[in-house]
T-cell receptor, first 112, second 114 residues
Framework: GDSVTQMEGPVTLSEEAFLTINCTYTATGYPSLFWYVQYPGEGLQLLLKATKADDKGSNKGFEATYRKETTSFHLEKGSVQVSDSAVYFC???????????WGLGTSLAVNP | DGGITQSPKYLFRKEGQNVTLSCEQN?????MYWYRQDPGQGLRLIYYSQIVNDFQKGDIAEGYSVSREKKESFPLTVTSAQKNPTAFYLCASTARGALNTEAFFGQGTRLTVV
């Protein structure tokens, strides 16, 4: 069945460091791919998305490119800030039942 | 402003009690979802509804029940049959199915058994 695998955390970085959070997927057909962010004690918010191969989603300095050949959607940011500390979830939307399939989340802590 | 509202933010349940978590949206979304979040386990789907008066079980429906009598509302009841209900519960909605549309989330309800 459809699945999402993302790198385990926690990830700890210093401010202004480069961030990569890996996400790979298994799906039949052509899923849409998403990154969501969850700040402490809150619900999830959409960070970015891509709906077809080679699309690049971007928002708030974060980017991810839909790579069909490697079935990946890695999240990157060139220079993280303390305010980026949160849990990041990769997800795909696919299938006849039209549900989102979620990764387990990656916790990011950015130190000043 | 449009959005999705969960209440209460914190809820305490005694052993053997049923409790109901509220979820209301004013986004005119057709589909609504309930997730449970435990540390290290990501989001697990409890129930979802694609249309009024219809809903389906998710991956961990045992011990939970839902109703969808109105498009705006999708309450979740945690019954006494749920043996380990302490968790963070998230409600979400999408315009239709989640194939390529953004899911909007509420702020969550933290349920604790006392």
């Amino acid at each position: 069945g459809d699945s999402v695998t993302q790198m385990e955390g926690p990830v700890t970085l210093s401010e202004e460091a480069f961030l990569t959070i890996n996400c790979t997927y298994t799906a039949t057909g052509y899923p849409s791919l998403f990154w969501y962010v969850q700040y402490p004690g809150e619900g999830l918010q959409l960070l970015l998305k891509a709906t077809k191969a080679d699309d690049k989603g971007s928002n708030k300095g974060f980017e991810a490119t839909y790579r069909k050949e490697t079935t990946s959607f890695h999240l990157e940011k060139g220079s993280v800030q303390v305010s980026d500390s949160a849990v990041y979830f990769c997800a795909l939307g696919a299938g006849n039942n039209r549900k989102l399939i979620w990764g387990l989340g990656t916790s990011l802590a950015v130190n000043p | 402003d449009g959005g999705i509202t969960q209440s209460p933010k914190y809820l305490f349940r005694k052993e053997g009690q049923n409790v109901t978590l509220s979820c209301e949206q004013n986004l005119n979304h057709d589909a609504m979802y309930w997730y449970r979040q435990d540390p290290g386990q990501g989001l697990r789907l409890i129930y979802y509804s694609q249309i009024v008066n219809d809903f389906q079980k998710g991956d961990i429906a045992e011990g939970y029940s839902v109703s969808r009598e109105k498009k705006e509302s999708f309450p979740l009841t945690v019954t006494s049959a749920q043996k380990n209900p302490t968790a963070f519960y998230l409600c979400a909605s999408t315009a239709r199915g989640a194939l390529n549309t953004e899911a909007f989330f509420g702020q969550g309800t933290r349920l604790t058994v006392v």
